[in-house]
């Protein structure tokens, strides 16, 4: 079982920064892939970023590639979502996910676990 809590979400102006971090327990960190999805309104989940547990491998979503980084520190257990040159586009429930194992994933069924999601909200 892994345990994840977001937080960092908010709100701020159109080409803002923000970054969200999740805090994961529940097992060794670094067996874990780690992702983050949002829910934009009235729209399904969406696939964000991912990273490996040994951070080699990274996927980015087409539309915040250049914009947002995802980084991992497994001697604190958390991940992060830097998110730079936010639009009002961004605007979502931001969900942090994990996955066992070292292969990198961007479909929301290969992540076993999911925390509650952070609101962000970027106004224009």
């Known amino acids: 079982q892994v345990q994840l809590v977001e937080s960092g979400g908010g709100l701020v102006q159109a080409g803002g920064s923000l970054r969200l971090s999740c805090a994961a327990s529940?097992?060794?960190?670094?067996?874990?892939?780690m992702g983050w999805f949002r829910q934009r309104p009235g729209q399904e989940r969406e696939f964000v970023a991912a990273l490996t547990g040994s951070s080699l491998r990274t996927s980015y979503a087409d539309s915040v590639k250049g914009r947002f980084t995802i980084s991992r520190d497994n001697a604190k257990n958390t991940v992060s979502l830097q998110m730079n040159s936010l639009k009002p586009e961004d605007t979502a429930t931001y969900y942090c996910?994990?996955?066992?194992?070292?292969?990198?994933?961007?479909?929301?069924?290969?992540?076993?676990?999911w925390g509650q999601g952070t609101q962000v909200t970027v106004s224009s």
């Open positions: 529940g097992r060794t960190f670094s067996d874990v892939t």
């Open positions: 996910a994990a996955r066992s194992g070292p292969i990198i994933a961007t479909r929301e069924v290969s992540f076993d676990y």
